[in-house]
Each structure stands twice: as structure tokens, then as C-alpha cells.
């Protein structure tokens, strides 16, 4: 079989790409794009490997260092276990898209697949590549939707920092939150002005106030509450960490605010449980 190096790299990009993709969702966890674009040209180029005319010991060696490193241009460091972790979860999931395009290509019944050094070439077409990917990756999403372990009823503390300032928020998780910024995808946490007024920049002051005159740093977002619909000014925070369950766990959100929101409850905000998990 003759192997194309263009098509290698292009093939293995693509598989480097979803596998994170599919490896964020299983573990909840956010990817910036500038990393996962960078960790997906890291992951083509690494195939490249294949074409070494080194012993199986060493082949092993070079894939999992490489492994490892294109986690961690993905995902950041965190600790020893949490890149563990990351990486079996994303050599699973490459191994299930792996599988997934054989089992596809298996019914035209052709030669395709070349291995080298302990990589896989698959001489498949990308429409075959394409399913397999999107049958795998919505197979583990589906996976995760349904084993994602429901909180709602449990209260959660909240500490916002912003600002130069911190606020301490309770919050009720509820899986009809699913407030997001729709230009980046950020989950959007919505709080009572009140509860966060010491740490608001300015420019949602501004807004609160009825002004729309400095709308800096400021993402409005739909909402629909049962007084009617109406918008919640969002920004994103220094940090935001809840405390659930005992532990601790940092998320990436904006702050959402609007005249009037959650005003009769006996809770601060309201947070998407699949944050928590």
C-alpha cells in the first residue's frame, strides 16, 4: 500500500481533533481553541512517527510521549493524575474512532489499513471517516448525558472573583439553566444583582442602570423567565470556584445579571449541574 504523508497528517489531524473534543465532554472539562487547533497540528505531525525504522519498544516509547504531550498542549498540566487520566480517556477514545472506521469500511470488504511502528494508516475515504468520527463522538456524548449523575436540589457556594473584589454565592443547580454565551460557549451562571453588586464592572452598572451607553466587556444573553423574556448582562469573571459535595473545583463561566431575576427565591443564583460533575 502506498502511504501519502499529506494524507497522514490531514487524516490524523482530523482523529486528533475530535479525540480531544470527545475526551473534554467525557470529563467536562473546557479546551481553549488556540490549544486544541495547536494539539491537533501536534497530533498529525506526530504521525509521522509511523514512518521511523525503529523496534516496536521504542515505537511504544514515541507514541505515548507524544500522547502526553498532545494533552497537555490541549489541556494544560493540572496534576500527575488528571493528565493520567486525560490521556486514557483520549487513547480510548482514539481507539474507538480507530474501530468505528474499520467496522464501517469492513462492509466494501477492501485492503485498507497499513501498520508501522505501532500506527494505523487507514486508506478510507472522508465520507467513511466522517461517519465513523460522528457515530463515536455522539455515542460518547449520548454516554455522557445519560451517566452524568443529576444534582439538582443541592445547594452550592459560589466564590466569584472579580474586580479586585470576591463574592460568596449560594447557588441551586438546575438542569433547565443552560444560559451560553453563543459566540464562545461558555456555560453563563445567573446571579441576583444584589448578591454580586459589590464586584459588577462598571459597564453592567451602567446597564443595570438603564444606560446602554458603555456596553464594554459585556455579553448580552437571551433569557426566558416566567415574567416574560427579557436579556442578562454577562461578563467574565477573575475566577469562579464551587464548592460542592465537600470539594472544591474551579469553572470556567461568565456572570450573568438582569433587573428583576430570581427575585423571590430563597437562592443567590442558579448554576447548570453538569458544571459541578
Do not use: Q, W
Not at 487513547?91 to 505501532?118: K, P, Q, R, W, Y
Not at 448525558?145 to 438546575?174: F, H, K, Q, W
Amino acid at each position: 500500500m502506498t502511504v501519502y504523508i499529506d494524507v497522514l497528517i490531514v487524516i490524523n489531524i482530523y482523529i486528533t481533533y475530535f479525540t480531544l473534543r470527545a475526551g473534554a465532554r467525557l470529563l467536562h472539562s473546557e479546551i481553549k481553541f488556540p490549544r486544541l487547533a495547536a494539539a491537533s497540528l501536534l497530533g498529525g505531525v506526530g504521525s509521522l512517527a509511523a514512518l521511523l525504522g525503529t523496534g516496536i519498544a521504542v515505537s511504544l516509547a514515541v507514541k505515548a510521549a507524544l500522547t502526553v504531550l498532545t494533552v497537555l498542549t490541549a489541556f494544560g498540566f493540572g496534576s500527575p493524575a488528571k493528565l493520567a487520566m486525560r490521556s486514557f480517556v483520549c487513547v480510548t477514545v482514539s481507539m474507538l474512532i480507530c474501530g468505528a472506521a474499520v467496522l464501517v469500511h469492513e462492509f466494501a470488504h477492501t485492503d485498507f489499513i497499513f501498520s508501522a511502528n505501532c500506527y494505523v494508516y487507514l486508506d478510507v475515504s472522508a465520507l467513511v471517516l466522517v461517519i465513523s468520527t460522528a457515530l463515536i463522538y455522539g455515542a460518547l456524548c449520548l454516554f455522557r448525558r445519560i451517566s452524568d449523575d443529576p444534582v439538582t436540589g443541592e445547594r452550592v457556594t459560589l466564590t466569584i472573583d472579580a474586580n479586585g473584589g470576591s463574592a460568596e454565592v449560594a447557588a441551586m443547580p438546575d438542569s433547565g439553566c443552560l444560559l451560553r454565551d453563543f459566540l464562545t460557549g461558555r456555560p453563563v451562571i445567573l446571579c441576583k444583582p444584589d448578591a454580586v453588586g459589590d464586584i459588577l464592572p462598571p459597564s453592567v452598572r451602567t446597564y443595570l442602570a438603564g444606560s446602554t451607553d458603555d456596553m464594554t466587556g459585556i455579553r448580552l444573553i437571551p433569557l426566558r423567565t416566567a415574567s416574560g423574556c427579557s436579556a442578562a448582562a454577562a461578563f467574565r469573571p477573575d475566577r469562579v470556584t464551587a464548592c460542592f459535595r465537600g470539594t472544591e473545583k474551579d469553572i470556567d463561566v461568565l456572570i450573568g445579571v438582569c433587573p428583576g431575576a430570581l427575585r423571590d427565591e430563597p437562592f443567590d443564583a442558579l448554576i447548570d449541574p453538569k458544571l459541578l460533575i
